[in-house]
């Protein structure tokens, strides 16, 4: 979907994630524990539709293959590796594969930026788009075990919900982009709520809620009032990041750095084999994508918020489970700073003339 808005310079959510996480260290305590688990609910939520609001669906319907193969063996694929590695490090199985779970996933808010920052050609972006967020859906469903049947519930309560905002803003003729903000923020909350209550996946309801709200209303609404609600939420995303980060730095001990600086390493080699058995591997099957393309596609693999968020929701108490929220916090800002460092490399790489 076309937008007027500039992307976000690569190094903007990196610098908050890293700000955030430093005030959260500063500032750690019971507190940020306390609330830590509260993530998967309230923050995630609003971040991962800002992400579904802006994604093409025609350009996916075109890119279905790839974005089939990318979330369906490719996150099983790198859950399976990072719990194996895991299980070398001695972690309880449950444990090692709740990790793997929660880091198979890539984040949308993240790739997104850093695919459209680097220029990108629009079908790629598209790729690693619909990848983060269906996989965000399939690797909640590992960690959680979520019912087949209540998921597919919620993405219709998701879809019908978001044709019906869609519907009464086109009525309404909102011109505001704070109003239209705060009636999807209004839709955000109010589907997560309801899949979450009957056991179904908010996640899968926020994601179709993002989709389905966006292609009703833009038949109707200016693209200036899109533009502006679309800032609203590229902002809110920022500080929801910024929040995320010092949570999990308030949650962090640092009496955990060394074993997790040791463990991160060996999840991120464990993430880095995983993506390129995917993409190098895998996706050689499909000859619309050449070296250059598949290459790009590996380096979009940064992890993010669902990662944190899911990793909150193992008690605190069980064995290892320090380490581990501690190795998913580290892991996840390594691969952002590997992907702020290779994506331009690799998107020049790209467009770069071919003899």
């Given at each position: 979907m076309p937008t007027a808005l500039r992307p976000l310079p690569?190094?903007?959510?990196?610098?908050?994630?890293?700000?955030?996480?430093?005030?959260?260290?500063?500032?750690a305590g019971p507190v940020g524990a306390a609330f830590a688990p509260a993530t998967l609910h309230y923050i995630v939520p609003p971040l991962l539709f800002e992400a579904a609001w802006n994604l093409d669906l025609a350009a996916v319907r075109?890119?279905?293959r790839p974005v089939a193969i990318l979330v369906l063996p490719g996150v099983a694929i790198a859950a399976l590796c990072v719990a194996g590695v895991l299980l070398l490090?001695?972690?309880?199985?449950?444990l090692a594969w709740t990790v793997g779970a929660a880091l198979s996933a890539t984040d949308p808010v993240a790739v997104i930026a850093f695919a459209r920052s680097v220029g990108a050609p629009p079908n790629l972006v598209a790729i690693v788009e619909a990848e983060s967020l269906f996989n965000d859906a399939f690797a909640v469903a590992l960690v959680r075990a979520s019912n087949l049947v209540l998921s597919v519930v919620a993405a219709l309560l998701g879809a019908a919900v978001g044709d019906l905002l869609g519907r009464i803003a086109s009525w309404l003729r909102v011109r505001r982009p704070f109003s239209l903000w705060a009636l999807s923020v209004l839709g955000v909350y109010t589907v997560a709520v309801a899949a979450d209550a009957f056991g179904g996946s908010g996640i899968v309801a926020v994601v179709t809620l993002g989709t389905f709200m966006r292609t009703r209303i833009e038949r109707?609404?200016?693209?200036?009032?899109?533009?502006?609600?679309e800032a609203y939420w590229r902002w809110a995303a920022v500080a929801l990041n910024f929040v995320l980060f010092a949570w999990m730095g308030a949650s962090f001990n640092l009496l955990d750095a060394r074993s997790a600086l040791i463990g991160a390493g060996a999840v991120v080699l464990a993430l880095a084999a995983a993506r390129l058995i995917t993409t190098m591997g895998l996706l050689r099957v499909l000859p619309e994508l050449d070296a250059a393309r598949r290459r790009f596609i590996a380096t979009a693999s940064v992890r993010g918020a669902l990662s944190l968020a899911l990793i909150f929701t193992i008690d605190v108490h069980l064995p290892g489970a320090q380490s581990a929220r501690a190795i998913v916090f580290v892991a996840v800002l390594v691969t952002m700073l590997v992907g702020t460092l290779a994506l331009p490399r690799s998107a020049r790489r790209l467009l770069a003339p071919r003899p």
């Open positions: 690569i190094w903007v959510l990196p610098g908050v994630a890293l700000l955030g996480a430093f005030a959260g260290i500063l500032f075109r890119a279905w490090l001695a972690f309880p199985w449950p109707t609404l200016d693209s200036a009032t899109l533009d502006g609600a």
